[in-house]
């Protein structure tokens, strides 16, 4: 999708966005932080604002109330002495004290309540008689109410204060109190008690909007709320009565509920809400609670603004910034198409394009380049041209046929020789190969070798089939050729003629057979006739008649074990052996051929191991020929290990296989000759290894009769390096196969 993108916008879209980028990002991370700070900023200065106007309103309640209750307690002070006079129960004292406390009393008044519109105070002695009162019905009257005993508290004294009230008639909060009144005696004793009603208009002044000075609380609304979340103030009077619990949103429950914070602030349901809680007075104003609220358009009124300012300067300077991205990017981009349309011109094979150079900038440069480029590729061209004509020519010379194919399977090139060989044509050049081949011998050999060659691995083999009324035999040399990285880019098969070869090296194994054959008969003679002097039975010899005997004997065996190597191998490669095909048992044929050739091993002290599990699955062979196979490779493996060495057989089942190893200390095979050692009377160019003698046919014979079976056999190194270990595999279930 972006390469889409990229291809549709071309590259002067490409660079006035990149410009656009380049010249806007850094502005729009500077205001988008900006943004944010600000926001943060100002949000918390919101709410900074409205905590501290409601710290400041509950703080003007927690200054009034403690400081009205001083000032009362105070005046008694005053009062205490001539109420302590009263004590006596006299009635003349009564109404002596009563005239002298009048200015006081009147002053108690205005400290109980300064608007006036609630007077209810009483001055008690300690024998419950009034003394003094705002309800002259009580003057010298004997009172016994609740307050009085809470306040006397059995002599020792007792503030007790009651809960809020409110007179809806005079829309004012008042307060009942009850007051001992103390003496100035050292242990302050306990002269009468005050009864009094505090009015309280601070907590209407405390809800009441602001004022047009403190803009960032415009329009806020103030509840003053005790700790149960009950109104005792608020600043809509018809939305909420005296007492009623405030409609319970998340800010007001967690100013209510959570103990653990004086303070705090939230924004939902398009408010925001600020929160200040703390103990002010006695026991009925513990926890009283400040909550503010404001729209949140109002209190965020500056954010908007804030915002507004912040996207009007990125759209003007996206308005300057584009123009100036479009005359730059059409100053850097017509040098470039010139050189574009110069680029697909020689693409096309017009190599005489060339730029003007009109600057020495980054562009200038990039034409000069270019010119270079041009001149460069134009005798790069021709001198690749005259190479392909050339390499070509040396392909089509070959007499080998070659033919090149592509990943695809399809040919790219053919040479007269791969045209004469397969009945093909240069016309036939881009066609699916296998399609082009006529021969089903050929074509099942290709594919069987297919998996090699999907495997990057060369891969050799030999077919045979009639090509124009003769027998031909071709030899297929499959090898795949790879790029830089190692991926295949196809396949190049070489066909070889080698009929004239099969039909020479037949010839030769005719002739051995012929020769081997008719040389086996009067051998056979010979060693009789030599074992039967050396038995005695033609009479007494001589030590030394009998040494020379032995010595003929164990040449004449010798040569008839080259004789019948000679016949094993014509036969095999002749077709004429048959292998019999019967279950076997791997481990009894490796142990009986093991202690056969036991005393071989003995006569050179060397250790021979079996090491095998105690059963192993049967196979489908030929028991003589498997047992051959056993005893030419331990036979090799005593022959060249040295006195005092190792050879181990070992015998495993790896999945549907059979896998056998013999293992050497000997001096190994060098990597370079593993795969000549098979091969007919091959000798290894170690004078130790010559010295041990030998036809050359046994490995060969070995590697036939595995083959003949189904498996593989090669060489690897010995145990930790040293030595070699002679590997075969057979499979564990083989089907019906054909003569070999």
Known sequence: MIERLRLRMGLRGQLVLLFLLVSLIPLLV???????????????????????????????????????????????????AMIAETNDSKPPTLARVYLELQDDFNQLKKDACPDG???????????????????????????????????????????WIGDIEYDIDRQLHYMPIALPIRDETPGSKVVGVLSAVISLPELSELVKPPTKKNEDTQDAEIFLLDEFGRVIACRSAEQYDFLDHIE??????????????????????????????????????????????????????????????????TIISCLVVVPIALAVSQRIVTPIMQVARAARAVGQGEFDQEIPVTSHDEVGILAEAFNSMQHNLKDAVEKLTEEEKKMTAIVNSLTEGLILVDSGNRVLHINPAAEYLLNVSADDIGKDFTQLIQNEAL?????????????????????????????????????????????????????????????????????????????????????????????????????????SLARVQRQSKRLAALINNLLDISRIESGRIQMREEPISPLEIA??????????????????????????????GDEERIGQV???????????????????LKLTVDGALLHVEVIDTGPGIPVEERQNVFD????????????????????????????????????????????????????????????I
Do not use: C
């Open 630 to 648: 056993f005893t030419n490779l331990i036979g090799n493996a005593i022959k060249f290990t040295p006195n005092n060495g190792q050879v181990v």
């Open 117 to 159: 519109q609630i007077n209810q105070i009483t001055v008690t002695n300690l024998n419950q008689r009034v003394i003094i009162a705002t309800d002259e019905r009580l003057r010298f009257e004997e009172i016994h109410e609740k307050w009085w005993d809470r306040a006397y508290n059995n002599g020792f004294g007792y503030k």
């Open 443 to 547: 074509i099942r050999t290709l594919k069987e070798n297919q998996l090699q060659i999907s495997l990057n691995k060369p891969v050799t083999s030999d077919v045979t089939f009639n090509h124009n009324d003769e027998k031909l035999v071709l030899r297929v040399f499959a090898s795949p050729f790879l790029d830089e990285s190692g991926s295949a880019l196809g396949t190049v098969y070489v066909f070889d003629d080698i009929t004239r070869e099969k039909e020479i090296d037949q010839m030769k194994s005719d002739f051995i057979s012929l020769v081997s054959h008719e040389l086996r008969t009067p051998l056979t003679s010979i060693i009789g006739f030599v074992s039967f002097i050396l038995d005695g039975r033609a009479g007494q010899i001589n030590e030394k008649q009998q040494n």
């Open 591 to 620: 142990t009986q051929r093991l202690e056969e050739i036991r005393p071989q091993a003995d006569e050179k002290s060397i250790q021979l191991n079996l090491i095998a599990p105690d059963s192993l699955p049967r196979i489908i």
């Open 248 to 313: 319970m949103n998340n800010a007001a429950m967690q100013a209510i509920i959570d103990d653990s914070k004086s303070y705090g602030y939230a924004k939902e349901e398009g408010k925001v809400y600020g929160y200040w809680k703390q103990n002010i007075g006695g026991q009925s104003l513990k926890n009283w609670t400040v909550l503010v609220s404001q729209p949140e358009f109002v209190a965020f009124q500056e954010i908007i603004k804030f915002t507004n300012r912040v996207l009007t300067f």
């Open 30 to 80: 500077v205001s988008f932080l900006g943004y944010r700070f600000g926001v943060s900023a100002l949000e918390k200065t919101i709410y900074n604002n409205l905590v501290q106007f409601a710290e400041e309103k509950l703080h003007q309640a927690d200054r009034s109330i403690p400081e009205r209750l001083a000032a009362i307690e105070a005046r008694l002070q005053k009062m205490s």
């Open 680 to 739: 007919k009377f091959y000798q290894m160019s170690d004078i130790h290894t010559r010295q041990q003698g030998g036809s050359g046919l046994g490995l060969s014979i070995t590697k036939n009769i595995i083959e003949a079976h189904g498996g593989t056999l090669w060489i690897d190194d010995g145990d930790r390096g040293k030595g070699s270990n002679f590997q075969f595999v057979l499979p564990l279930a083989i089907k019906n196969r054909d003569a």
